[in-house]
């Protein structure tokens, strides 16, 4: 197939979301008749790209404006010197961004790549679309108006591309590809005959099985997220194939359209609805297992901070796990799959966890490094083991440097996560302790009439936050990715210009070398 006729869509995801976008980028080409090719960026030759014709690019950012991890070595690759101006001068592209508005950062995976591929000669087709969290759709929000224009671009330039036209007639969106998974079934003395695990390489085409014989109810468990996680749009689509009855099938078919998107949002995602419960829903629909393995989001993995010093507490773990609950706008209680299930654990026996170790954006600090840290609520999980080692390190006589800390929470009764811990360590010269010159503050939000955040309590020590950041200190934050992190760069900004004797715009400056060479990290989360 000539490369001018057919799609190449690369997408690199932290979570899913690229994935799923790209997926649906692909589907809608496909029903024009364009054939498509979708790749992860760690799949992807990135020597190879000069020789596409079309590329459409679908990036989510995560960290503090990171690329997500299968991105890393294509990006690395895409910043060569020795890459020239020409270099992708036979290559249109397009790039779709996944991003939250309420990071900083918003969408710079996105805004990056584009900038880049210009450079490198590239024609961009259509200006970036920028996906958004925050959007009252998510990311469908400027999805779905990007891709009408893509297509129309595409169509304009080269109509061969699209043998089946730029408008879809209502029938090709009635027909359903074959599910991608092939599940065979096994009476369970079949299962023992049976080869033991393991790939069967005997398919046509190339393609390749897992053969693992497993009981369906383990294989739901371990790997379905039926309970839990809201299902995609595409979920909606494909139910209203196997709708039987017609005013299910409508309503169906509605939610999968662009105009009810909204609508899809506000029922779904915005209701949290599980998979079961939409096919309570939906009584009449009768999905084959297939499309159910194949739709269901996979049970994901959940994110904690280790919040112990490995060498205070060799060959443990401790998290601080903040049990997740809250109610819908229509008024359902939700709770959070896995801190819920931590949380129903008994202590007093042995229970096996899954647990994958990742480096997160907050870097062990050197003892001699000077810290300010601001970590309200469960944000204070890595800290409480940067303040431990380090107190283990001062009690070895090692050189160590004072630690500013700042907490918050709402209550002092209810939630002042490890009170004793942060006191006994600020007071009889512990590394929080004033007279070491370090501090230990806490904002209670809802103790008073008004409320007050870490960033109140960073102004009332203005001072002492200077006098460190002038002598070397690094800043971290971390916890809530609402509104924390930003209002305290803004404390910051306003405590480095009125300290420094500088404008607010040298005190942005002033931050930005900060962050540029190390000093600066944030890791917050929604
Ligand atoms: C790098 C990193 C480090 C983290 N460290 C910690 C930590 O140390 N301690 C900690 O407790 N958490 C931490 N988190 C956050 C934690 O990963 C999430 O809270 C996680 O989703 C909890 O899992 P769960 O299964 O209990 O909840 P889930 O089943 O995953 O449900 C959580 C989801 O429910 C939704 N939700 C939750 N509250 C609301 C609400 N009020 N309104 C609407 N929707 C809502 C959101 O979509 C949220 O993502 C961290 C996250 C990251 C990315
Ligand atoms: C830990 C974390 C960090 C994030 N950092 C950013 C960021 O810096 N800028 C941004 O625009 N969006 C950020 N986001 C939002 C994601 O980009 C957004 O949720 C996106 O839909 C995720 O797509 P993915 O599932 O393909 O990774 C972050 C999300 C998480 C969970």
């Known amino acids: 197939m000539e ?145 009408s224009s893509l297509w129309s671009v595409l169509y304009n330039e080269n109509r061969q591309l699209f043998p089946k036209g730029l408008d879809i007639s209502a029938s090709d969106t009635r027909m359903l590809d074959q599910p991608k998974l092939h599940i065979t079934y096994l009476d369970l003395d079949e299962v023992h005959l049976k080869s033991p695990a393991g790939i069967d390489d005997s398919l046509e085409n190339g393609e390749r099985a897992l053969n693992i014989p497993i009981k369906l109810r383990r294989f739901v468990e371990l790997t379905m997220d039926i309970a839990s996680a809201s299902p995609r749009r595409y979920f909606f689509e494909v139910m209203s194939f196997f709708a039987t009855a017609e005013h299910e099938k409508e309503r169906l078919q509605y939610f999968a359209s662009p105009e009810g998107r909204d609508d899809l949002y506000q029922y779904n995602q915005k209701e949290r609805r599980t998979v079961l419960e939409v096919l309570e829903d939906f009584p009449s629909v009768n999905m084959p297992f297939e499309w159910l393995v194949q739709l269901t989001p996979p049970l994901k993995t959940r994110a904690f901070s280790i919040s112990s010093s490995p060498l205070v507490h060799p060959n443990q773990v401790h998290l601080t796990v903040s049990i997740v609950s809250w109610t819908t706008p229509f008024k359902r209680k939700r709770t959070g799959l896995c801190s819920n299930w931590l949380a129903s654990l008994d202590p007093h026996q042995r229970v096996c966890i899954p647990a994958w170790f990742h480096k997160g954006s907050l870097p062990a600090p050197a003892p001699s490094l000077p810290l300010i840290l601001i970590g309200p609520g469960t944000g204070c999980a890595p800290f409480r083991g940067f303040v431990e080692e380090r107190a283990l390190e001062a009690s070895k006589s090692i050189p160590t440097s004072p630690i500013l800390f700042f907490f918050g929470c709402r209550n002092e009764q209810n939630d002042f996560l490890y009170k004793d811990f942060w006191i006994s360590h600020s007071q009889n010269g512990g590394v929080l302790s004033e007279e070491k010159g370090g501090g230990f503050y806490v904002a209670f939000s809802r103790d008073q009439p008004h409320k007050v955040y870490v960033q109140h309590k960073m102004k009332e020590q203005c001072v002492k936050i200077w006098d460190l950041l002038s002598k070397g200190a690094a800043v971290y934050v971390a916890g809530s990715s609402n509104n924390m992190p930003a209002d305290v760069l803004a404390a910051f900004e306003e405590i480095v210009a009125t300290e420094g004797g500088v404008s607010r715009e040298d005190a942005v400056r002033w931050l930005r070398t900060l962050e540029k060479g190390g000093k600066y990290h944030v890791e917050a989360w929604a």
């Not at 690199?12 to 809608?28: H, K, M, V, Y």
């Not at 992860?40 to 020597?47: A, G, M, T, Y």
């Open 3 to 147: 490369k001018s006729r057919q799609l190449l869509i690369l997408y690199a995801t932290e979570t899913g979301n690229a994935l799923d976008a790209a997926e649906r980028i692909g589907r809608e080409a496909e029903r024009r008749g364009c054939p498509v090719r979708i790749v992860s960026l760690d799949e992807f030759d990135p020597s190879s790209l000069p020789s596409e014709k079309i590329v459409i690019f679908v990036v989510s950012t995560t960290g503090q404006g990171d690329t997500p991890n299968p991105m890393k070595a294509f990006w690395t690759y895409l910043l060569q010197r020795s890459l020239t101006r020409q270099w992708l001068e036979n290559t249109d592209y397009a790039v779709f961004g996944l991003g939250d508005s309420g990071y900083q950062k918003y969408n710079f995976v996105a805004k990056k790549l584009d900038k880049r591929l210009a450079d490198l000669g590239g024609t961009s087709i259509i200006e970036r679309g920028l996906g958004d969290d925050q959007h009252p759709s998510g990311y469908e929000g400027a999805l779905d108006p990007w891709m």
